[in-house]
């Protein structure tokens, strides 16, 4: 499933490749409060990474992977 | 033990690099012993040692790593100045990096190390272990604080409260602290640091962490890498170190010691790849290791690749190229086909010259030669200077010499190397070792006194020893001086007498200078005991044989109380002799250009036969004149006037008789191979241009 962005939510899929990072830095720039659900997200490139550490958006799904978990632990979260 | 695929690498990487830490590590720490707060020996020390555990770890060599990792132990307290560095503890460690150096020989001879290496490695451990259980160790309290002190800049309050809880506080397991810092392009190399991290086994914790602020900006750009990654674990080191491969050089690994981490466990060679690599690469914020003890300046780097390595400091010198001697020698033999090659053509110009309408081709024969010569010259010069060592190669293992007899003798000794950076022929550094080293151990073993004899006689209790390197024309000069107790010509003369060695008559006639000379005379050793160091009666007489046989030149002076010096003179490259090449029965010959004197004609009348000898005056001088033709069996010519090649022979000043003498030239001299090696009298072939071979006389041998 490919990456949906809906109004102020963006739900990224299984597996997030590099392609993603340059729309989703674009977005998470424009968008006031984005939202980014990761709920489906097993594995991501580290760009996009950056880009969630960087943009710091509310986290509305927590990956279920145990490592990403960790990573992102800084981020919000908005269930 | 290693494997046997592994054998043939390990020759060739391991153990020559394990032969330069080890000398590396020993003069940094005979520098520290000298001066504790030397900074960058202390750094080098500890690179060193740290590499060597860090190879030994990569071929699978867990005694040794066993053993240096003790040793780091011991070295990482006295850098925190739990320890004192004391005497006894740089041997302790001498004789452990000692201990290495016997393993590599060990490794590269038979593949292995020695049958003992596992006990030596656990005594030396535990003895390291009991100078680390000393009472005067500080309390554990401050021994933590002190490990703090010794973690990485990058691991700050905030990192050491985040990751804490993980931290096995109490040492109970060994766990790794990795840090991966990727440079800032890494995603357009197409690496994958959040893949390698989550590889890493064994982990207890992980995070990530902004390198500088974000830039939330428009002009973000996902591409360039701001993380850096934490994690802890307890997985064992060699499997860490096997995830971490595809970004070794990005990533640290530190043991965690109490509450901090310690020992930056890094792969070999690693700091060099990331000095060569910001020097290519200057990013501004993508150093890819925290660079604790690393500090190359990027002005270094460029000098280093326009200047020979030599001129620089070693850490440049240590990025030069390492090439089989082998090879250079190859390429010296190839040369020398090329001169020969080369000096053919003017007879082909020659040839041309003569036949008719051929002019033009001749002198596009000469212009070519011309330009083949210059090139081979320049060609000359450059492989002669690959073959250039500086002399400081010599020196390395001097100093620890120096230290070491000396404290075997109480003796204070200071040495002073000069002139380091002289460069000799390959040839000539290796000859040379040998004799400096006598040289070296008869000044301290019999030239330095005593520091109360030294303090009676008004000197300073600790003496000094220079040895200065220098170029003098074609010629190396080597001195070695100390301020001793100098050489006592009557003691030498009566000495002398006392073994047999010269009589009475001539003692007296002898001026200082040259009874201080007897020293050189074969079976003269003025020590009254015998010690294991020098004085065994070979010594000085053996210094000047083997310069001699390099074609060199050893003086002494020396004064009662002052102090002596003795002087190596050799040629400064080795792989062209210049022969002066003589005619005799139409065939020419080469005698080497260094015994030659002068060349002079002497007419019959001046020659006087004293019963079968004949002899001729020169300058109010009678000397013995011998015929070449006689000496190579050659039938008998007499002619109006001689032709005498006036030669010296250790010694001694003789007259030649020749047919006629001839041009002197350089050539690249083989030595006689095969059957021929044998046949005494000759030092070897050289090829002529016009292809035949020069014949080179051994004229100690004829005689």
């Not at chain 2, 060994?174 to 990727?182: G, H, I, K, N």
């Not at chain 2, 002398?496 to 020293?519: C, F, H, N, P, R």
């Amino acid at each position: 499933m490919p990456t949906a962005y809906e109004g102020t939510t963006v739900r990224m899929p299984r597996t997030c490749p590099q392609e993603d990072a340059v729309p989703l830095s674009a977005w998470l720039c424009a968008v006031d409060n984005p939202q980014v659900d990761l709920s489906e997200c097993e594995d991501m490139h580290p760009a996009v990474l950056q880009c969630l550490l960087a943009f710091e958006p509310s986290v509305v799904g927590m990956p279920s992977d145990a490592f990403l978990r960790q990573l992102l632990h800084g981020l919000r979260c908005r269930l | 033990m290693p494997k046997l695929a592994e054998i043939d690498l390990l020759r060739e990487v391991f153990i020559p690099e394990m032969r330069d830490l080890i000398e590396t590590a020993s003069s940094a720490l005979l520098l520290l012993e000298r001066d504790a707060t030397n900074g960058p020996a202390i750094n080098d020390l500890f690179r060193a040692v740290h590499t060597i555990k860090g190879t030994a770890g990569m071929y699978s060599l867990p005694t040794l790593v066993e053993m240096v990792h003790s040793a780091e132990d011991l070295l990482g307290d006295v850098r925190s100045g739990k320890i004192a560095l004391q005497g006894e503890i740089v041997d302790d460690m001498l004789s452990c990096f000692d201990e290495i150096r016997i393993w590599t020989d060990s490794l590269e001879t038979t593949g292995a190390l020695p049958p003992t290496a596992s006990q030596i490695a656990r005594e030396r451990s535990q003895r390291y272990k009991r100078w680390l259980a000393s009472p005067d160790k500080i309390p554990d309290a401050v021994a933590d604080s002190a490990d703090a002190a010794l973690s990485p800049d990058w691991f700050d309050a905030d990192l050491r409260a985040t990751c804490g809880d993980y931290l096995p506080g109490d040492g109970s397991r060994q766990a790794f602290f990795v840090r991966l810092s990727p440079a800032a392009d890494c995603f357009y190399r197409c690496d994958d640091p959040l893949g390698v991290l989550r590889a890493i086994p064994g982990k207890l914790w992980h995070d990530v962490r902004p390198r500088a602020a974000w830039d939330r900006s428009e002009s973000f750009d996902p591409f360039r890498c701001n993380l850096d990654f934490y994690c802890i674990t307890d997985a064992p080191l060699a499997s860490v170190e096997d995830a971490l491969r595809p970004v070794r050089s990005a990533a640290t690994i530190h043991l965690v010691t109490g509450t901090g981490l310690q020992k930056e466990l890094s792969p070999p060679d690693q700091e060099d790849e990331i000095e060569g690599f910001e020097f290519l690469l200057p990013l501004p914020d993508a150093s890819p290791v925290d660079p604790p003890q690393v500090t190359p300046t990027q002005a270094e780097a460029p000098k280093a690749a326009a200047a020979p390595p030599t001129s620089e400091p070693r850490g440049a010198a240590e990025r030069a190229l390492k090439v089989d001697p082998g090879k250079v020698d190859a390429l010296v033999n190839l040369l020398g086909e090329l001169v020969v090659a080369k000096n053919g053509l003017p007879f082909i110009a020659q040839r041309a010259d003569r036949l008719p309408d051929a002019r033009d081709l001749s002198r596009d024969i000469k212009d070519n030669y011309a330009a083949i010569d210059r090139i081979a010259q320049e060609l000359q010069t450059a492989v002669m200077s690959i073959r250039m060592l500086p002399v400081a190669e010599m020196f390395r293992p001097f100093p620890r010499l120096v230290r070491d007899v000396s404290r075997k003798l109480g003796k204070q000794v200071d040495l002073v190397l000069e002139g380091e950076t002289t460069e000799a022929d390959k040839t000539v550094i290796e000859a040379l070792s040998d004799p400096l080293v006598h040289i070296l151990r008869n000044s301290l073993d019999h030239g330095i006194e005593l520091p109360d004899e030294r303090l009676a006689a008004g000197k300073p209790a600790g003496a000094t020893i220079t040895i200065r390197a220098a170029q003098e024309g074609d010629r190396v000069l080597i001195e070695i001086r100390d301020d001793g107790r100098g050489i006592d010509p009557d003691k030498m003369r009566r000495s002398a007498m006392a073994k047999g060695l010269i009589s009475a008559a001539t003692a007296e006639q002898m001026t200082d200078a040259e009874a201080v000379d007897l020293i050189f005379l074969p079976g003269f050793s003025t020590a009254t005991e015998v010690s294991d160091l020098s004085g065994r009666g070979v010594g000085m007489d053996a210094v000047r044989h083997g310069v001699k046989s390099l074609g060199g030149t050893v003086a002494i002076t020396s004064q009662v109380g002052k102090g002596t010096s003795v002087t190596l003179g050799l040629p400064l490259t080795m792989a062209v002799t210049r022969v002066m090449t003589v005619e005799v029965d139409g065939q020419l010959y080469g005698i080497p250009l260094e015994q030659v004197d002068q060349t002079v004609r002497v007419a019959p009348r001046d020659m006087h036969r004293i019963k079968t000898a004949e002899t001729f005056v020169l300058r109010d001088k009678v000397l013995p004149l011998v015929r070449l033709r006689n000496l190579l069996a050659l039938p008998e010519r007499r002619s109006e006037t001689e032709s005498v090649l006036i030669l010296r022979l250790a010694g001694m000043t003789i007259g030649l008789v020749v047919d006629a003498f001839n041009s002197g030239m350089e050539v690249i001299l083989k030595p006689m191979a095969g059957m021929l090696r044998d046949v005494s009298g000759y030092a070897g072939t050289a090829v002529l241009g016009n292809g035949k071979v020069l014949l080179v006389l051994k004229m100690q041998e004829l005689i």
